[in-house]
Structures are given as C-alpha cells and as structure tokens.
C-alpha cells in the first residue's frame, strides 16, 4: 500500500472536519456582525432617495369669529394629522394667525435657521428666535439675525365659516423655503 500525506490522515481522523466547520461558523458569524453595523450606514446614505413625503390634512384653527379683532398676531396650538402610507400621525405645533392687508394669515412657529420656536413678543412688536437671536416683522419678513430667510407662511382657507390650515414642515437653515413634508 502506498503511504498517504498529511491531509489524508487529517481528513480521515476528523480533525480537518471539524476545523473547517468552525472556520466556516467564525466567518459566517464575522458577516453576520458586519451585516448589522453595515445596515444603519447603509440606510443613512440612501435616505435622501427612500424618504416618503408626508402629507397633511388640513386641520381646524377656530371660527372666523375668533380673529375679527386682532391687535396682533394670535398664537394657535395647531393640532393635524399626518399620513404615511397606512399610518396615521397625529402632530401639535405652534403657528401665529394674523391678519395682513384684510386677509387671515398663518406662520409656522419653527424658526427657519435651526429650528427653535420663534415667539412673538408685543413689547417689541416682532418676533424673536431665543436660540440665536433671530428677529421677524409681524408679517414674517426677515429682519435680523442668523436666520437665512423669513418666517414659513402656511396654507389657509375657509371652510363654513372656520379658519382652516394645512401645516407643512420646511429645510431649516436654506435661503428659500422647500417643503420637507
């Protein structure tokens, strides 16, 4: 009979089996780690071309009745649904009513540089960010500060004689307003 080599008489004791088995475990457990650590990366990078859009549906302020005398701009707590495909997402914000040249109009609260809630203040007579010092005009307009742009309008309408608005989110911290949902 003719001798046989190394790996023969591993594979034939079991030694060769078992070791290869483990080496496959370790690699598939190694993918497997890397799979998890590699998902949110993954999913951060294609988030621009994946995320939906979120539409609201036009939500009830009060009757037109509410804002007949208005001295100055009237803080709202707006409470709106948001859909997501099936799911149903029920929001509260902060916008200012007020009427400008006869008409109702409505600004969101959120401040369009980083985000913080811009108050109106009446012993200025304007609105004014706390984290930054961004200051606005009673109509919204721009008029100091770090903020890149004015005040975000939304969309009003009336609906039997009730003030209705469609609240829509906007990019922070950009020159001109783009709807982010």
Not at 11 to 29: C, E, I, K, N
Not at 34 to 54: D, M, N, S
Not at 154 to 170: A, H, I, N, P, S
Request: hydrophobic share 35%; with cysteine.
């Amino acid at each position: 009979m003719e001798p046989q080599n190394q790996s023969q008489t591993a594979l034939a004791s079991g030694t060769a089996t078992r070791r290869s088995f483990l080496g496959v475990l370790l690699g598939l457990g190694s993918a497997g780690v890397g799979l998890l650590l590699a998902a949110p990366v993954v999913r951060f990078i294609f988030y621009p071309i994946t995320a939906k859009t979120r539409d609201s549906e036009w939500a009830e302020v009060g009757p037109l009745s509410e804002f007949a005398n208005m001295n100055s701009p009237m803080r709202r707590d707006l409470e709106f649904v948001q859909r997501d495909g099936w799911r149903k997402i029920v929001n509260t914000q902060v916008i200012y009513i007020d009427r400008v040249n006869g008409n109702l109009t409505a600004l969101s609260s959120i401040c369009p540089h980083l985000g913080c809630t811009a108050s109106w203040k009446d012993s200025e007579g304007k609105f004014m960010c706390p984290c930054h010092g961004g200051v606005f005009a009673r109509n919204g307009s721009y008029i100091s500060g770090p903020p890149p742009r004015g005040m975000d309008a939304l969309e009003t309408k009336v609906v039997d004689g009730k003030l209705m608005v469609r609240y829509q989110y906007f990019r922070p911290n950009v020159p001109n307003r783009q709807v982010t949902s």
